[in-house]
């Protein structure tokens, strides 16, 4: 199975897909489909990359919605691999198009700069 970087934006009060894993009513109702968390999906999204599967750097960003923090797993990671996760505090399912994250556009800014290192 190829190596797949991956880059996650995810709110920590996402009531749809929960941060934290567990059910949810995408699967209509059923409980038998259990979430992973956000940060477990990660962690295995680095270690089938082959990265360190554990992050490597945590850092508090700001948002025009609130405080945020990055997570990089892409320690060990091949050239080009790179496995980046966001967690937007108080944020929900939805992330506003006009938000960023330090000053970088969600919508555009952020996915272009992770396309544009992931193909350099």
């Known amino acids: 199975v190829p190596q797949v970087s991956v880059l996650n934006l995810m709110g920590d009060n996402d009531l749809l897909i929960p941060y ?54 892409s320690g060990g990671c091949d050239e080009g691999i790179i496995v980046e996760h966001y967690v937007l505090h108080g944020a929900g ?15 555009y800014d952020l996915a272009y700069d992770f396309i544009s290192r992931v193909e350099a």
């Open 20 to 73: 934290e894993g567990g059910t949810s009513g995408v699967f209509g109702g059923d409980t038998n489909f259990v979430l992973m968390s956000a940060l477990d999906s990660m962690t295995t999204w680095a270690a089938h990359n082959g990265c360190s599967t554990g992050y490597t750097t945590a850092s508090s960003v700001y948002g025009t919605s609130g405080q945020a923090t990055f997570y990089d797993y």
């Open 93 to 107: 399912h939805s992330i506003g198009g006009s938000d960023t994250l330090d000053g970088v556009s969600i919508d």
